[in-house]
């Protein structure tokens, strides 16, 4: 059986652009058509900072998404030729529906492009933008701006970002309102703004709206909640809550919580440069930050035992699924994948990202495994019943991993455990069963698995045996 600390072709990990958390764009304003497919060849990891492309729509503009998906928000249209900053040295593509999307920062905003709307840029430096120029109607996400008419008339907020939405709501003029989307440029050219008074919330046409300080943060937001207290998330509107990475507006994206769910509260308040406080949560297996607008004291909720905090640390994680897990050492000779929601972010096969070792009988470097993400902590299970050969640190570049013998020349490996497995080596396990956590350690750009399949000591593609 071979040993994952002495296959050179290991220690060659690639940087797959990510998933990931979490953060995310997208696809020009026309529908998506077949083009050339963008990509990157780079010589080291190092040279995955800095890079740039270069927005080409057709003469449409391409939308910039904050979720890797046709369906999800646009966060801004930009122009065709604007230059935007790739963040793949600290996210990895993702490739859903056939399209690769491509993280990006615009005007200091991460979020998503669509391949096929992309091109190469020559090297040119991102274009910065003028998001915080009052007289270009370009305002920062989480900003604060106001009224400012002529005349002394109020500004409307419509339904949506264009004259023909339903009108919903008023700003008066001098009145602060914050930013929450945009820009978006309707057909007509105009720039709109989505934002919200704290009671209604809508699109505003940036010509009448100019930058302004924020409120202070309300004296009962001061320490409302402490840790180890049950909130639900309660929005004006029923849309949902976004949890980010820290505690500011333009933090990045971990998840969106849904109205009404229930949170265990980690840390907090913080608060930010604009006085809005903000509490660490946690909703089953996702951590981040919610500003404490939006959420409300709550009740225990019954299934609270799912919360790892709340279960009682490292030592309560190794929960074993007997129950669904088939019987331990036994191989079924079926085999599964190792999560039951994920993102593939990178195929088995071949790679020209610069990381992995020519092989020749593909005739190109080779991806060894199959990359699947997933929030952290999200559990790992054995792709069939057998024996744990190995449970530990590996030095080539997986990480925190697992190895299990299936039996008749076949074995598995799970890599970029978020730490020590709960399983050991010598162990046997069931099909299903957990045997650790996805992570990101090792030579990783985001939480994911890097899952391997061996045919006597040989990797294949995992696709062609576990489903």
Same mark, same amino acid.
């Given at each position: 059986?071979?040993?994952? #600390? !002495?296959?050179?072709?290991?220690?060659?990990? *690639?940087?797959?652009?990510?998933?990931?958390?979490?953060?995310?764009?997208?696809?020009?304003?026309?529908?998506?058509?077949?083009?050339?497919?963008?990509?990157?060849?780079?010589?080291?990891?190092?040279?995955?900072?800095?890079? !740039? @492309?270069?927005?080409?729509?057709?003469?449409?503009?391409?939308?910039?998404? +904050?979720?890797?998906?046709?369906?999800?928000?646009?966060?801004?249209?930009?122009? /065709?030729?604007?230059?935007?900053?790739?963040? &793949?040295?600290?996210?990895?593509?993702?490739?859903?529906?056939?399209?690769?999307?491509?993280?990006?920062?615009?005007?200091?905003?991460?979020?998503?492009?669509?391949?096929?709307?992309?091109?190469?840029?020559?090297?040119?430096?991102?274009?910065?933008?003028?998001?915080?120029?009052?007289?270009?109607?370009?305002?920062?996400?989480?900003?604060?701006?106001?009224?400012?008419? /002529? $005349?002394?008339? !109020?500004?409307?907020?419509? !339904?949506?970002?264009?004259?023909?939405?339903?009108?919903?709501?008023?700003?008066?003029?001098?009145?602060?309102?914050?930013?929450?989307?945009?820009?978006?440029?309707?057909?007509?050219?105009?720039?709109?703004?989505?934002?919200?008074?704290?009671?209604?919330?809508?699109?505003?046409?940036?010509?009448?709206?100019?930058?302004?300080?924020?409120? =202070?943060?309300?004296?009962?937001?001061?320490?409302?909640?402490?840790?180890? $207290?049950?909130?639900?998330?309660?929005?004006?509107?029923?849309?949902?809550?976004?949890?980010?990475?820290?505690?500011?507006?333009?933090?990045?994206?971990? /998840?969106?919580?849904?109205?009404?769910?229930?949170?265990?509260?980690?840390?907090?308040? #913080?608060?930010?440069?604009?006085?809005? @406080?903000?509490?660490?949560?946690?909703?089953?297996?996702?951590?981040?930050?919610? &500003?404490?607008?939006? &959420?409300?004291?709550?009740?225990?909720?019954?299934?609270?035992?799912?919360?790892?905090?709340?279960?009682?640390?490292?030592? $309560?994680?190794?929960?074993?699924?007997?129950? *669904?897990?088939?019987?331990?050492?036994?191989?079924?000779?079926?085999?599964?994948?190792?999560?039951?929601?994920?993102?593939?972010?990178?195929?088995?096969?071949?790679?020209?990202?610069?990381?992995?070792?020519?092989?020749?009988?593909?005739?190109?470097?080779?991806?060894?495994?199959?990359?699947?993400?997933?929030?952290?902590?999200?559990?790992?299970?054995?792709?069939?019943?057998?024996?744990?050969?190995?449970?530990?640190?590996?030095?080539?570049?997986?990480?925190?991993? +697992?190895?299990? /013998?299936?039996?008749?020349? &076949? =074995?598995?490996?799970?890599?970029?455990?978020?730490?020590?497995?709960?399983?050991?080596?010598?162990?046997?396990?069931?099909?299903?069963?957990?045997?650790?956590?996805?992570? =990101? *350690?090792?030579?990783?750009?985001?939480?994911?698995?890097?899952?391997?399949?061996?045919?006597?000591?040989?990797?294949?593609?995992?696709?062609?045996?576990?489903?």
């Amino acid at each position: 059986m071979a040993n994952p #600390r !002495t296959r050179s072709a290991w220690k060659a990990r *690639t940087f797959p652009v990510f998933a990931t958390l979490a953060l995310l764009f997208s696809l020009a304003a026309t529908p998506l058509t077949a083009g050339a497919e963008f990509d990157v060849s780079v010589g080291s990891v190092n040279d995955l900072s800095g890079l !740039t @492309a270069v927005a080409a729509g057709n003469g449409q503009g391409v939308n910039v998404r +904050v979720n890797p998906a046709l369906g999800a928000d646009v966060l801004a249209t930009i122009p /065709d030729g604007t230059v935007v900053a790739l963040r &793949i040295d600290r996210a990895d593509t993702v490739r859903a529906e056939g399209i690769r999307w491509w993280p990006v920062t615009v005007n200091g905003n991460d979020g998503w492009i669509a391949g096929p709307y992309l091109a190469d840029s020559n090297g040119a430096s991102p274009d910065r933008g003028t998001e915080t120029s009052p007289g270009a109607g370009r305002f920062a996400i989480g900003s604060y701006v106001r009224a400012n008419t /002529d $005349d002394g008339a !109020t500004v409307n907020i419509r !339904t949506k970002p264009n004259l023909s939405g339903d009108v919903v709501g008023h700003i008066v003029d001098g009145g602060v309102v914050q930013v929450m989307d945009g820009p978006y440029e309707d057909r007509r050219g105009i720039v709109w703004f989505k934002v919200t008074d704290g009671g209604t919330t809508g699109w505003s046409s940036a010509e009448w709206l100019a930058q302004a300080t924020g409120p =202070s943060a309300p004296a009962d937001a001061q320490g409302e909640f402490a840790e180890g $207290d049950w909130v639900r998330v309660s929005t004006n509107n029923g849309d949902n809550l976004n949890m980010r990475h820290s505690a500011r507006v333009r933090g990045g994206l971990v /998840d969106t919580v849904a109205h009404g769910a229930k949170l265990l509260v980690l840390e907090g308040p #913080r608060f930010d440069d604009d006085g809005n @406080a903000w509490y660490k949560v946690e909703h089953f297996n996702n951590r981040g930050w919610v &500003i404490g607008d939006w &959420i409300e004291s709550s009740s225990r909720p019954a299934y609270s035992d799912q919360y790892r905090s709340f279960s009682g640390g490292t030592d $309560d994680r190794a929960v074993s699924t007997a129950s *669904t897990a088939g019987a331990a050492g036994v191989a079924t000779g079926s085999m599964r994948l190792p999560l039951d929601n994920y993102v593939v972010t990178q195929e088995f096969g071949c790679s020209y990202l610069g990381y992995y070792s020519y092989n020749s009988a593909w005739g190109c470097p080779v991806h060894d495994g199959l990359d699947l993400a997933a929030p952290l902590w999200t559990e790992l299970k054995a792709s069939d019943g057998g024996t744990v050969t190995a449970a530990g640190w590996c030095d080539c570049g997986l990480g925190y991993y +697992v190895q299990i /013998d299936h039996g008749n020349g &076949i =074995s598995t490996i799970y890599g970029h455990m978020v730490d020590q497995p709960p399983v050991s080596a010598g162990q046997q396990v069931g099909k299903g069963q957990v045997i650790g956590y996805i992570g =990101s *350690t090792g030579t990783s750009t985001g939480p994911h698995v890097h899952f391997m399949m061996l045919v006597n000591g040989n990797a294949v593609n995992p696709r062609e045996y576990a489903g």
